[in-house]
């Protein structure tokens, strides 16, 4: 019979120390029972992309054994997938799994963008774009939700690296948080409201997340009308009183008495007033009442269903990157050899607190040899933890089997310890063994598939023009190997586009310079030109660009209209697949400002929808454009504003694929900002109220020359510089009374 209480009545039967013990866990994986009032425990798991739920003795650090639980791709797979009701369907499969095994919340999705391709935590971040990121965050938290557990949207906010991930302090200015960082945090709240928000390790602009006021309580809860409650990360507590204070509702995991009695004491000392401290518990005890029912039910989920979605699941976010002479799909299994260990391998999850203990594991190998059993094998290189060998004899061997194939599939890839939480990737490209095969296999044949496996981007300059055909399948989770046989045969068209810019080198990624960063500050020097923003806007060549990804089919983009009511925009495109199979389009919808008064990116990705059509179908796709679409963060005013003026809409099947634009003209608001003595003459000038006034006031004498250089340069003073010059009638006392007068106009 599932346990319920009444939340009102059981905090007012609370004693202090209660109540301070309330807002730390018991342990690492459950809340705090008080059985004298009838409170019970429950118990929260990692996540993101699968229950790790341990066993009935879990170690200290969490790290050990889980539970049998389907492993489905991680949030770089789902993310390239754009497909919010695969990822919605997705959530309800880990729902039931989170449900079936008494667990309260499974502690996911994470929304962090990808800053640099070289964060080893990468694997578990959506995408470069907070659209990207926010639209499919919200799905995963509806589909997770609707089976009556919690999520944890994570890691609020500007985590971005492992290095130093603890202590380090992310320098962001404020329009690019509010512009980059914070927003798919935003959408995720306002859209699908998760249970609980993790805050992250780190500091932001000298803070720590767990401490910082500004983020966990005027814009989490102030803004965007967060509902839940907001537990740390593991460890990422310093100083309960003042991370309380600050809005942090529950301490992760349970740290002893210590930090209860400090609250206690805080409170007896009115530092801390009581009603914070039971704002806290009241939303601590709402998550408790929620999670009852999933921790008391006997719920359970069908194992081979899963599977089944997960293999559908890693297929939709493969990402076909090259396909010269249509060499995919493959025919048949016949005359095919596969190189390369992750073959028989898999490289399907990263490495952390987000391992799962699979229910059954695809081998690519095992996949297609079940299709045609007389598939040739070479490792071809060794990888940490796999078998045994010399790399000079293995490429020996590959070179062998390649050489009398008529098409080579070769299985390349990050290993495992090169992404994991905890510490950020040490390369850019494959490792160098790796690379020797791809290049000695295409100097023996001409006809050479590459299938790669890894958590983000990794270089593909040094083997790319050695070989027709590239599938990146990221991290593919349990069924990813049967999902590459399914692309590979055609049993399933290619969809999947790139969440994320593969860029050319490591030196051209927008945070080279400023990334890990030094002596505990991380500056992102970058602004808001993150990913394809930094890319397009500069013109940078790349690998492959932010939405790229082909088909087995062609689509053809038509028709293009876009209406404007207000700030509102209506945008309509319609697309056709024009090619030979069914297939999926994944049509982006971008805007450009060309004229705006701040640096904003040549593009930026506003809508996009994934669009199902057969052979010869065309359908019209619709969007909605809103003037949170059109705005920037205004530095000055500090809030979202709408520069009036022309945009350009562009629809598109990459950020440099673009299909068709249209023009549009968009009333703005006035964006005057405050004038003081320190504006310049030229905001004083432009001013529609100041302009005039100074402009009377400011008369040079006839005998002063002022050529056009001496009146550039003049624009560019505050008024008190010149008000300080000693021109006749216009002193500080003047001045002061011009700002008064435009103050009160």
């Given at each position: 019979?599932?346990?319920?209480?009444?939340?009102?009545?059981?905090?007012?039967?609370?004693?202090?120390?209660?109540?301070?013990?309330?807002?730390?866990?018991?342990?690492?994986?459950?809340?705090?029972?008080?059985?004298?009032?009838?409170?019970?425990?429950?118990?929260?798991?990692?996540?993101?992309?699968?229950?790790?739920?341990?066993?009935?003795?879990?170690?200290?650090?969490?790290?050990?054994?889980?539970?049998?639980?389907?492993?489905?791709?991680?949030?770089?797979?789902?993310?390239?997938?754009?497909?919010?009701?695969?990822?919605?369907?997705?959530?309800?499969?880990?729902?039931?799994?989170?449900?079936?095994?008494?667990?309260?919340?499974?502690?996911?999705?994470?929304?962090?963008?990808?800053?640099?391709?070289?964060?080893?935590?990468?694997?578990?971040?959506?995408?470069?774009?907070?659209?990207?990121?926010?639209?499919?965050?919200?799905?995963?938290?509806?589909?997770?939700?609707?089976?009556?557990?919690?999520?944890?949207?994570?890691?609020?906010?500007?985590?971005?690296?492992?290095?130093?991930?603890?202590?380090?302090?992310?320098?962001?200015?404020?329009?690019?948080?509010?512009?980059?960082?914070?927003?798919?945090?935003e959408r995720v709240v306002k859209d699908a409201q998760?249970?609980?928000?993790?805050?992250?390790?780190?500091?932001?602009?000298?803070?720590?997340?767990?401490?910082?006021?500004?983020?966990?309580?005027?814009?989490?809860?102030?803004?965007?009308?967060?509902?839940?409650?907001?537990?740390?990360?593991?460890?990422?507590?310093?100083?309960?009183?003042?991370?309380?204070?600050?809005?942090?509702?529950?301490?992760?995991?349970?740290?002893?008495?210590?930090?209860?009695?400090?609250?206690?004491?805080?409170?007896?000392?009115?530092?801390?007033?009581?009603?914070?401290?039971?704002?806290?518990?009241?939303?601590?005890?709402?998550?408790?009442?929620?999670?009852?029912?999933?921790?008391?039910?006997?719920?359970?989920?069908?194992?081979?269903?899963?599977?089944?979605?997960?293999?559908?699941?890693?297929?939709?976010?493969?990402?076909?990157?090259?396909?010269?002479?249509?060499?995919?799909?493959?025919?048949?299994?016949?005359?095919?050899?596969?190189?390369?260990?992750?073959?028989?391998?898999?490289?399907?999850?990263?490495?952390?607190?987000?391992?799962?203990?699979?229910?059954?594991?695809?081998?690519?190998?095992?996949?297609?040899?079940?299709?045609?059993?007389?598939?040739?094998?070479?490792?071809?290189?060794t990888i940490p933890g796999g078998p045994a060998g010399?790399?000079?004899?293995?490429?020996?061997?590959?070179?062998?089997?390649?050489?009398?194939?008529?098409?080579?599939?070769?299985?390349?890839?990050?290993?495992?310890?090169?992404?994991?939480?905890?510490?950020?990737?040490?390369?850019?490209?494959?490792?160098?063994?790796?690379?020797?095969?791809?290049?000695?296999?295409?100097?023996?044949?001409?006809?050479?598939?590459?299938?790669?496996?890894?958590?983000?981007?990794?270089?593909?300059?040094?083997?790319?023009?050695?070989?027709?055909?590239?599938?990146?399948?990221?991290?593919?989770?349990?069924?990813?190997?049967?999902?590459?046989?399914?692309?590979?045969?055609?049993?399933?068209?290619?969809?999947?586009?790139?969440?994320?810019?593969?860029?050319?080198?490591?030196?051209?990624?927008?945070?080279?310079?400023?990334?890990?960063?030094?002596?505990?500050?991380?500056?992102?020097?970058?602004?808001?030109?993150?990913?394809?923003?930094?890319?397009?806007?500069?013109?940078?060549?790349?690998?492959?660009?932010?939405?790229?990804?082909?088909?087995?089919?062609?689509?053809?983009?038509?028709?293009?209209?876009?209406?404007?009511d207000g700030s509102d925009v209506t945008v309509t495109?319609?697309?056709?697949?024009?090619?030979?199979?069914?297939?999926?389009?994944?049509?982006?919808?971008?805007?450009?400002?060309?004229?705006?008064?701040?640096?904003?990116?040549?593009?930026?990705?506003?809508?996009?929808?994934?669009?199902?059509?057969?052979?010869?179908?065309?359908?019209?796709?619709?969007?909605?454009?809103?003037?949170?679409?059109?705005?920037?963060?205004?530095?000055?005013?500090?809030?979202?504003?709408?520069?009036?003026?022309?945009?350009?809409?562009?629809?598109?099947?990459?950020?440099?694929?673009?299909?068709?634009?249209?023009?549009?003209?968009?009333?703005?608001?006035?964006?005057?900002?405050?004038?003081?003595?320190?504006?310049?003459?030229?905001?004083?000038?432009?001013?529609?109220?100041?302009?005039?006034?100074?402009?009377?006031?400011?008369?040079?004498?006839?005998?002063?020359?002022?050529?056009?250089?001496?009146?550039?340069?003049?624009?560019?003073?505050?008024?008190?510089?010149?008000?300080?010059?000693?021109?006749?009638?216009?002193?500080?006392?003047?001045?002061?009374?011009?700002?008064?007068?435009?103050?009160?106009?």
């Amino acid at each position: 019979m599932t346990q319920v209480f009444d939340v009102e009545r059981a905090l007012a039967q609370l004693t202090l120390e209660e109540k301070a013990s309330l807002t730390s866990g018991s342990d690492f994986w459950h809340t705090t029972a008080v059985e004298r009032v009838g409170i019970p425990a429950v118990m929260v798991s990692d996540g993101p992309h699968g229950l790790r739920k341990q066993s009935d003795n879990p170690d200290h650090l969490g790290l050990g054994e889980s539970v049998p639980a389907t492993c489905f791709p991680t949030a770089a797979a789902l993310g390239s997938s754009w497909d919010a009701d695969l990822l919605t369907r997705v959530g309800e499969a880990l729902g039931r799994e989170t449900r079936a095994n008494d667990v309260a919340v499974l502690l996911g999705p994470g929304v962090n963008l990808k800053r640099t391709p070289l964060c080893g935590r990468n694997f578990e971040y959506v995408s470069e774009d907070p659209v990207v990121a926010g639209v499919l965050g919200a799905a995963l938290v509806r589909g997770i939700q609707s089976q009556g557990v919690g999520t944890s949207l994570k890691h609020y906010a500007a985590n971005n690296q492992e290095s130093d991930r603890m202590r380090v302090s992310a320098e962001v200015d404020e329009r690019t948080l509010r512009e980059i960082y914070l927003p798919a945090f935003e959408r995720v709240v306002k859209d699908a409201q998760p249970w609980t928000v993790m805050c992250a390790y780190n500091k932001v602009n000298g803070t720590y997340a767990s401490q910082n006021h500004w983020l966990l309580t005027e814009i989490l809860r102030d803004e965007w009308a967060f509902e839940g409650l907001v537990v740390s990360d593991w460890g990422a507590v310093h100083d309960r009183v003042p991370a309380l204070a600050a809005g942090l509702d529950l301490q992760m995991p349970g740290a002893g008495p210590g930090p209860d009695d400090e609250i206690v004491a805080a409170v007896r000392d009115g530092s801390l007033d009581e009603s914070v401290l039971d704002a806290s518990v009241r939303r601590v005890l709402r998550l408790v009442a929620r999670g009852l029912p999933a921790v008391s039910s006997a719920a359970s989920f069908d194992v081979d269903a899963h599977h089944d979605l997960a293999r559908e699941a890693a297929a939709a976010g493969s990402v076909l990157l090259k396909n010269e002479g249509a060499l995919l799909p493959l025919p048949s299994t016949d005359g095919v050899a596969v190189v390369g260990e992750f073959a028989r391998t898999p490289r399907y999850q990263g490495a952390g607190s987000s391992q799962v203990n699979p229910t059954r594991l695809d081998a690519a190998l095992d996949a297609l040899r079940s299709v045609g059993d007389d598939v040739p094998f070479a490792a071809g290189f060794t990888i940490p933890g796999g078998p045994a060998g010399d790399d000079d004899d293995l490429l020996a061997e590959a070179v062998s089997v390649a050489r009398d194939a008529g098409t080579v599939v070769a299985f390349v890839g990050l290993p495992a310890p090169d992404e994991s939480e905890g510490y950020d990737r040490p390369r850019f490209e494959l490792p160098d063994n790796q690379v020797a095969l791809l290049r000695a296999v295409a100097a023996v044949n001409p006809r050479v598939v590459v299938v790669l496996a890894n958590g983000s981007a990794v270089g593909v300059s040094g083997w790319h023009d050695l070989v027709p055909a590239i599938l990146e399948t990221w991290l593919g989770g349990q069924a990813g190997g049967s999902a590459v046989a399914d692309l590979l045969l055609g049993i399933r068209t290619p969809s999947g586009r790139l969440a994320e810019t593969i860029p050319h080198r490591i030196e051209d990624t927008p945070a080279f310079g400023n990334f890990p960063g030094e002596a505990g500050v991380v500056r992102y020097g970058e602004g808001v030109l993150v990913g394809y923003r930094w890319y397009d806007t500069r013109a940078m060549d790349v690998a492959y660009p932010f939405g790229h990804g082909l088909s087995y089919t062609t689509f053809s983009y038509d028709s293009l209209d876009a209406t404007v009511d207000g700030s509102d925009v209506t945008v309509t495109v319609t697309v056709t697949n024009t090619g030979p199979v069914a297939g999926a389009e994944v049509v982006q919808v971008y805007l450009r400002d060309p004229r705006a008064a701040v640096l904003r990116p040549t593009r930026e990705l506003k809508a996009f929808a994934k669009v199902a059509l057969e052979p010869g179908e065309s359908r019209e796709v619709a969007f909605a454009l809103t003037a949170r679409d059109l705005s920037y963060w205004h530095p000055g005013l500090r809030r979202w504003v709408v520069e009036g003026g022309e945009f350009v809409v562009e629809a598109g099947a990459s950020s440099r694929d673009i299909r068709g634009s249209v023009s549009l003209h968009v009333e703005g608001e006035p964006l005057w900002s405050p004038l003081t003595s320190m504006s310049t003459i030229e905001e004083w000038f432009a001013h529609p109220v100041g302009g005039p006034l100074m402009q009377a006031a400011l008369v040079p004498p006839a005998d002063l020359p002022l050529d056009d250089t001496m009146a550039a340069m003049m624009l560019q003073m505050p008024a008190k510089v010149i008000a300080e010059f000693g021109i006749p009638g216009f002193d500080r006392a003047r001045l002061d009374a011009l700002v008064a007068q435009a103050a009160a106009s």
